[in-house]
């Protein structure tokens, strides 16, 4: 599934592009460490490996689903809503795509104290009961993969067990 990352890469590039063919200052894009490591890795190739590289990223992403629903099992990137089990589009609009990208985020305390947005798990709550979910994005544990079970019954699965932040890399069956 598609996720934040993704899309701050999507933006980078489009940004690239668009000084390239209009000869104009853009917005600078925030990244984080993660993705600042992959723009070194493209900032040190050739102009046409760079340009090989990101077309086919740009064409994965395109490609790249919002969300997967397998029976009463959803994949999706940081979060869902119960509506979202009977959307079969592979890309989500509006609230379902923010979900989906960045999670459920606290709108009135926008920041923690290392100035990364302040997440709610109140859609775990709303999980119907029978249905289960599996997300990335949010480490809830370096040692395994937390489960929860909302209080309509549904479960939800966080499978980021920080395995680029020394924790461990984790799987799903």
Known sequence: ???????????WIDSLRFKKRYNINTPDIKLSDGNNVTIREFNELSEKE???????????INLSRHHYVFGNTMFVHAASDPKMFNN???RLSGK???????????????KDSL?????????????????????????????????????????AYFTDTGCSKGGKLSSID
């Open 1 to 11: 599934c598609m996720g934040n990352h993704e899309r701050k890469l999507e933006k």
């Open 88 to 90: 079969t589009n592979s």
């Open 50 to 60: 760079f340009n090989i590289i990101t077309t086919k990223l740009k064409t994965i």
């Open 115 to 155: 100035g990364y947005p302040i997440r709610l798990y109140n859609w775990v709550d709303k999980i119907p009961d029978g249905k289960q979910v599996i997300v990335g994005h949010d480490i809830r544990s370096f040692d395994m993969i937390q489960r929860y079970v909302g209080n309509a019954g549904g479960i």
């Open 96 to 110: 379902y795509e923010t979900l989906a990208l960045y999670g459920e985020i606290d709108n009135e305390n926008k």
